[in-house]
Each structure stands twice: as C-alpha cells, then as structure tokens.
C-alpha cells in the first residue's frame, strides 16, 4: 500500500525588509547615557531618575517639541550645572537655516527646577568671551573684565626760546586705570555653550533633510553606508573628515553597531550613533573650556 506523505508548506517567497527609519534625537537622557556610558559619562541614580521625569513635565509646561537633555558644566565648588534645551525645531529659508521659536536653554542644579538662560549677543558677548575659566557654581556671581583705556596723546613740547636754556622733556602722560565690566555668571555659561553648540553640532550625513515649508525633517530612507568613516558624519563646517586634523576621534563596535565621536577642541563632548536603533544623541560633561593646545596633542 501507498504511504501518505506528509503535506510540506513551502513558505511564500520573502520580501525585501523595509529599512529602518530614523528615530527622533533622543529625548531620554537615560539612553543616551547609557549609550555614552563607556566614555565616562555617567551620572548618579537619582540624578538620573530625577531628569527622567523633570524634562518631560518641563516639556509639557513649555509645549516644545522635546526638551532635550544639553550635558553637565563642572564648577569650581562642585555644585555643577545641569543644562538643558527646549526644542522646537528648525528650517531653512533662502539657504538660511532659522531657529523656530521655543528654542531656549535652561539650567538646573537639582535636576528638579530648571531657570531660563537668557541670551546673551552684541558687547557684552565679547565681554563674556575674554573669560577663560572654571564656573564657580554661584548663579549669582559676577565676573569682572577688564579693558584697558587709550592713552592720552603726548603734550607737545614747549617752543624753544633763543638764548635760553633748554627745558626739560615733558613727562610721558599717565595711563588711565583700566575699564571694569561686569559679567554675571550666566552670561558667561550662556556664551560657553554657543562656543560648543558652533563647533561640536554633527549628525550622520544624509539623515536630515528639508520638507516644503523648508523645515528641517528626518529622512525616512536614511541608512548609513559608512558608519566607521568621519566622513559620513557631517559638522557645521563640512563633514568631520574634512575638519581639522586632530580635532575628532571615532570609535566604532562592530558587534554592537554602534559609533561614538569625541571632540578634542571642546574635551568632554561625544555623540553616537546606532545602527540597531537607527537613533543618535550627543552629551556634553566638562568644564566648558576650550583646548587652545590641540596642535600639541595630534
């Protein structure tokens, strides 16, 4: 007699995985700290778990976009700074890239009670910018900068008489004592951190585009191609391949896939980028201070 043979299914022909899209930049700062744990950017517990919650009923009040997680400014009598930034997205008009409103920087020291960050622009940012040091933790603090004044013109010398004896030289004018101005504390921090954002921006080359309003929108068929290469990451100059040497460093795991830039112009600063997830993010914890000996650590 004939065996039955057993019915055998064959599976229908499989179709082409959809890529992946692009995540929105990580709003949760426990992710990417964990993602930015190797490079020793870390937090405590409850820190942690207090910026957990505080960003995003921050968000809610300010009804932003994202209020995103910026990075830790170290100061002087440990009481460092949380800084954070409300996000409401950005466009392009006539090749000008333009902040919508929204856009602002805030600042913690208890993860909890986040105060605005005023701007700062015109003389007193170059005023701010003459600083170079540590914060000291005291939000009420005030810098003092020092400008030094013109000096007078010299007298001119007295006419000379026939006959007479001549006259001593003139005494050289005395110099003026010095212009002080005062810079607060948050003004300094404020202009610290544009000097960071205008150097260390970056995002994978490719994954951020333009809609037609001209705002800026995540590439829904973004994929990268070179995750291991500095030019497939792109700065405010250009790709990072093309930035001054010395001044970038890339580490990339290829069993986890994911990618980890670090800037050496401003120590402290890192981004990632995740192959798995398809999202990015960038911290910064440091002092602020910007390596002007970067020539001498190539």
Same mark, same amino acid.
């Given at each position: ?145 020092? %400008?030094?004044? &013109?000096? /007078?013109? @010299?007298?001119?010398? *007295? $006419?000379?008489? #026939?006959?007479? %004896?001549?006259? &001593?030289? /003139?005494? @050289?004018?005395?110099? *003026? $004592?010095?212009? #002080? ?118």
């Amino acid at each position: 007699c004939l065996q039955k043979c057993p019915r055998v299914r064959v599976p229908p022909p499989s179709s082409p995985r959809p890529p992946k899209m692009p995540a929105a930049l990580n709003q949760n700062p426990l992710l990417t700290l964990d993602a930015l744990a190797p490079c020793g950017v870390v937090l405590p517990t409850e820190v942690s778990a207090c910026l957990d919650v505080s960003l995003n009923l921050k968000a809610r009040e300010l009804g932003v976009a994202g209020f995103l997680f910026w990075g830790r400014l170290s100061t002087l009598s440990g009481k460092d700074y949380y800084v954070a930034r409300a996000y409401n997205g950005t466009r392009r008009i006539d090749g000008k890239v333009l902040v919508n409103p929204g856009n602002k920087f805030y600042f913690s020291q208890d993860a909890v009670n986040w105060l605005d960050l005023e701007p700062v622009t015109g003389p007193q940012a170059k005023k701010a910018r003459k600083l170079d040091g540590w914060l000291t933790g005291d939000a009420s603090h005030q810098f003092i900068v020092y %400008e030094e004044q &013109p000096a /007078p013109p @010299p007298a001119p010398p *007295p $006419p000379v008489v #026939e006959g007479a %004896e001549p006259l &001593p030289p /003139p005494e @050289p004018p005395v110099a *003026p $004592p010095p212009l #002080e101005f005062p810079v607060s504390e948050l003004e300094y921090m404020m202009c610290t951190i544009n000097d960071i954002n205008a150097v260390t921006a970056c995002a994978p080359v490719g994954m951020y585009t333009t809609d037609a309003a001209g705002n800026y929108v995540q590439n829904p068929l973004f994929t990268m191609k070179f995750p291991d290469q500095l030019s497939s990451y792109a700065g405010p100059d250009g790709h990072l391949g093309a930035a001054m040497p010395g001044s970038w460093g890339l580490v990339h795991d290829s069993f986890k896939q994911v990618t980890t830039l670090r800037s050496f112009l401003y120590p402290g600063f890192f981004a990632y980028y995740s192959a798995v997830s398809n999202t990015v993010g960038n911290l910064y914890f440091g002092t602020g201070i910007k390596n002007k000996d970067i020539a001498f650590t190539v």
